[in-house]
């Protein structure tokens, strides 16, 4: 390794630490916030220096993109109900014992203990790390010997689409589940954007069609080189977060159009896994001929899932509108 | 020192740190920070342990398990943030009972007088 890299790769990894401390340890919530969008931005960095562009264009993209919006979003709505706090205490307050303390709630014996059993916990694991950091090849021969029947060219692709697809099916169960559970806790319809400056709407104009231009060519280039659904969702979901911050809510009210739309991507998953069941007996084991097309098919649908899906997350419905 | 040991190391003390905050911060917005830290120094020992044939391609399989924990982990903090609006807007506070109202530059609720 080269002293250059070597110089990179240890001031990124050094970064990477002081900005995950001083998240946790700066007194205001809007730079905590800040600062882990930042951490997510270096983490895309590290990403790449580990060999890993696709894993890069996701945390880039829903990592410090749609995680920072969801938090700067909630931060804003935690200042707003604080300041209107009704005079009579909600159905909790009653059973809320007084705690009249500061930010040093514990006493100093806890919080030693508490540092010490982390730092037994760091050497523990960075022992076990340096141990078993020899080279290995993994799993990287398997996968490579079942490439030509997987359908596509990229390795990632293949072990998400075709080789793990049972997992990457149930993270789009995950999906909707947690959308469930946002919208089932929903007070408040969405969160108070402010209004946007004409800079912004004027450069959400020009970007928009790009963008959803980009999330295009991800998803297809995902069959032969570092892209795919996830990445295209994401930047799908960027560019639908964006719209939203721009005064132009991109999305239609929450209702049968919608939801099929969102459910579009596990239904095709199951479809698919159930065709795939009938035709060569064993769950989502396509059919060698036409894997590349299924899994193309499976990506689209999981493309447009994912965008709805993050972005609701962020925006959540239409004021008024959730069944 | 292999990129891989080095960000292996980078992953674990990401883990130490997410881990401390995520016990001993009272305001559970810094609980969700230092559980996303968390998560991130997990993603970052598994990719790192994906590149130790420097001469290979890297390993796949991580690659793709991390591509979904990254997903996973930003519906959990949607769900999280969810939670903690449900919370607030119930006890006043962004803190649970038994851990003290936050106080300062936190967005809390006001305390109450009993």
């Avoid at chain 1, 559970?181 to 020009?206: D, F, I, M």
Wanted: charged residues 10%.
């Amino acid at each position: 390794m080269t002293m250059i890299a070597l110089a990179f790769d240890g001031l990124l990894a050094l970064t990477l630490i002081v900005l995950a401390w001083r998240t946790l340890a700066s007194p205001d919530l809007h730079q905590a916030v800040v600062l882990l969008v930042a951490f997510g931005l270096q983490l895309s960095l590290a990403w790449v220096r580990l060999d890993a562009p696709d894993i890069a264009l996701a945390e880039a993209a829903i990592g410090a993109g749609i995680t920072g919006v969801l938090l700067m979003g909630a931060l804003g709505q935690l200042a707003d109900s604080a300041d209107s706090a009704p005079s009579t205490p909600g159905p909790g307050a009653a059973i809320v014992p007084l705690q009249d303390e500061s930010q040093r709630q514990h006493g100093t014996g806890p919080r030693v203990l508490l540092l010490l059993l982390t730092l037994m916990f760091a050497a523990a694991l960075g022992t076990a790390v340096w141990q078993v950091m020899v080279s290995s090849d993994g799993l990287l021969p398997a996968v490579q010997a079942q490439m030509p029947a997987s359908g596509v060219a990229h390795p990632v692709t293949a072990v998400l689409l075709n080789f793990r697809a049972y997992d990457t099916l149930l993270e789009m169960a995950v999906l909707m589940l947690a959308l469930l559970g946002v919208l089932a806790l929903s007070r408040t319809a969405n969160p108070s954007w402010p209004e946007p400056s004409p800079v912004l709407t004027a450069l959400a104009r020009g970007l928009l069609p790009l963008v959803t231009l980009v999330a295009a060519y991800l998803l297809w280039r995902g069959s032969h080189a570092p892209g795919g659904a996830f990445q295209a969702g994401a930047v799908l979901a960027g560019a639908l977060v964006l719209a939203n911050l721009a005064g132009a809510p991109a999305l239609p009210a929450y209702g049968a159009l919608l939801r099929s739309a969102v459910a579009l991507g596990l239904a095709v998953f199951v479809g698919v896994a159930l065709v795939a069941m009938s035709l060569e007996g064993a769950l989502l084991e396509y059919p060698s001929a036409i894997a590349g097309g299924l899994i193309l098919l499976i990506e689209a649908s999981l493309t447009l899932s994912i965008a709805l899906v993050l972005t609701l997350l962020v925006t959540g419905v239409r004021a008024g509108e959730t069944s | 020192m292999t990129p891989a040991l080095l960000y292996g190391l980078t992953a674990v003390a990401l883990c130490a740190i997410g881990l401390h905050g995520a016990m001993a911060q009272a305001h559970l917005l810094r609980r969700i920070l230092a559980l996303n830290i968390l998560g991130a120094g997990v993603f970052l020992l598994s990719v790192a342990l994906a590149r130790r044939a420097p001469h290979l391609a890297p390993d796949p399989v991580p690659q793709a398990l991390v591509l979904t924990g990254i997903v996973v982990a930003v519906c959990v903090s949607a769900l999280a943030l969810a939670l903690l609006r449900h919370l607030q807007a119930d006890i006043g506070r962004s803190a649970l009972p038994e851990d003290g109202a936050a106080t300062g530059t936190e967005a809390a609720g006001p305390a109450r007088d009993a």
